[in-house]
């Protein structure tokens, strides 16, 4: 059995006496002073500790280190509201002791250590970072030096860094390069580089289990290496979506600690070759227009999606489908339960299992088609939140359910649209309209009707309803869209979409919310459950 570290003395802050305690998972310090009546007490857990020096040290705005002997420093996880998001900014908090002796302070320091490393067992050591100098607004070099590098010298890890001078540079490296020694991957950038990351790390983990990545029936083996995303990219989707807010200073600090957040994972094949994978948006119809028409303008940057965006909804366009999906258990969970995916979460769940995915093709009879004209048809493995769209694409989506939710939106008249649009920017439920579908899935398939039904004339009524692009200049609505899968285009439209539960894991710990109101009725430290009613 573990034995416990305990460890309790009188130590001083500046000229205040406090009593310090390490016991158990948490390291607190309450001033010993008449005045302080009411007893109160800071409280760390030993798993939040960021690192112990001695002597009186600084970071911030520089490195600083007054080497003295009865001294150390304690650096901490500090939370704050983040205002707009919905999720915990986490702040570096510095506390400085005096001991009355050296061999006291010496004593803190050596069980301090001690208690980090056995608490927080996936604390890395070592980390391979790459760089996309280019993502979002170009700050993302910047940004790892000022403020993530000092943390994590500050924490002890040693990083490599690569500044990628290429697309897909990230990917090839992690596909073929050693890895030994490295405990985890970090991307700086957005979701286009993370996915790079993703798709090295999933091919790397079956090449090295002999699997074949293209067999769609195939159980894939859970990736071994940790990932840690800081944001710095233009939509930051998967950073949103797993931490709550776009911070590269929460994140980094969620790194440091070791966090770890198992996420769920789509594979996209088309007949029996793997395309990618996909963690956030798998969009048809207008995400994958809005993304086609957002590589024209990538200097504009982020903005380009706004651009885009509104351009594309003007040229308001349907396109016909026939979707088939084969839905999850709904004794488990559904999308338009109201719960929320926040950190600890209990609903969890393993990937579809082999036979399942084969009954596609034996048992066609589990699965459900439909067929018709859509804006757009979207699967998600998460609830893709982002800071355009706060609680994303599928609120009640969970993280590490082993199944995605598919939202079908029917042709419908353009401000029925802009309404569904709109509703993603606020609490406004935006499956509640008659032209909208959500399915909580473990597989989808996508294909077309045969050629003669799409390439349909527009109808007057269209014509009118279409002021810009196509509706003034063309007869015909182009007959198909394209796949957004995670902000890249795929070349097939005609695909297969199976969740794989659990895949990857981040150094993350899903969304910690301030004041929100539980199932259960209880109190945010009090909840066993991890899932809230949204706000
Ligand atoms: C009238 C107001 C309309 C607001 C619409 C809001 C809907 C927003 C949902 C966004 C979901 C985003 C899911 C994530 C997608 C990213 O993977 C992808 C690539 O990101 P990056 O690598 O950072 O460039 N981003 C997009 O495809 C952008 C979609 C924007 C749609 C308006
Ligand atoms: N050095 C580079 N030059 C050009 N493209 C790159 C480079 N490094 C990464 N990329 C690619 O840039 C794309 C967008 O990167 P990302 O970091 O997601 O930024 P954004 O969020 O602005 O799209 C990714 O698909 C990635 O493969
Ligand atoms: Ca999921």
Known sequence: METELRLESSLWVGNKRYRAVLSGWHFNWTEVDKKNRDKKTISVPVAEVVGVEEGRVEILPRKSVEDTDKDFTVFYVKR??????????????????SCPSRVLRDQWTKHLRTALKTHSPLRPNRLLVFINPFGGKKKGRKIYHSLVAPLFELAGISSH???????????????KKDLKGFDGVVCVGGDGMFSEILHGLIGRTQQEAGLSE????????????????????????????????????????????????????????????????????????????????????????????????????LSNRSYAGIVQYLPAD?????????????????VLGVSLNVASCLSFCAFPGEWVSVEGRFRCVSLTCMSSSCPKSPLGLSPSA????????????????????LKFLYRHTSTQDQFDLPFVEVHRVKAVRFSLPSERDTGQEMTN??????????????????????????????????????????????YARGIEEGAAVHNCGKENDKCQMGCTLIK
Request: hydrophobic residues 35%.
């Open 80 to 97: 704050s509201s983040s205002g707009s998001s919905y999720g915990l900014l986490w702040r570096l908090g510095r506390i400085q002791f």
């Open 161 to 175: 860094v690569i500044v990628t001078e290429r697309a897909n540079q990230a990917r090839d490296h992690l596909l």
């Open 214 to 313: 293209n067999d769609p029936t195939v159980a894939l083996q859970p990736c071994p290496l940790h990932i840690g995303i800081i944001p710095a990219g233009s939509t930051d989707c998967v950073c949103y979506a797993t931490v709550g807010v776009i911070d590269p200073v929460t994140s980094a600090l969620h790194i440091i600690i070791g966090d770890s957040q198992p996420l769920d994972v789509c594979s996209v094949h088309q007949a029996s070759a793997l395309m990618r994978y996909s963690v956030s948006l798998l969009g048809y119809g207008f995400y994958g227009d809005v993304l086609a028409e957002s590589e024209k303008h990538r200097w504009m940057g982020p903005l380009r999606y706004d651009y885009s965006g509104t351009m594309v909804y």
């Open 330 to 346: 709904p004794l488990l969970s559904s999308p338009r339960d109201r719960t929320r995916c926040l950190s600890g979460c209990s």
């Open 398 to 417: 969970h993280l590490a359910d082993g199944t995605g939710d598919l939202i079908l939106v029917w042709d419908t008249h353009p401000l029925g649209f």
């Open 461 to 506: 009524e269209q014509k009118m309803a279409t002021p810009f692009l196509c509706g003034l200049c063309c007869s015909k609505v182009p007959a198909k869209s394209v796949w957004n899968c995670d902000g890249e285009i795929l070349s097939s439209t005609e695909i297969l979409c199976r969740i794989h539960g659990q895949l990857v894991r981040l």
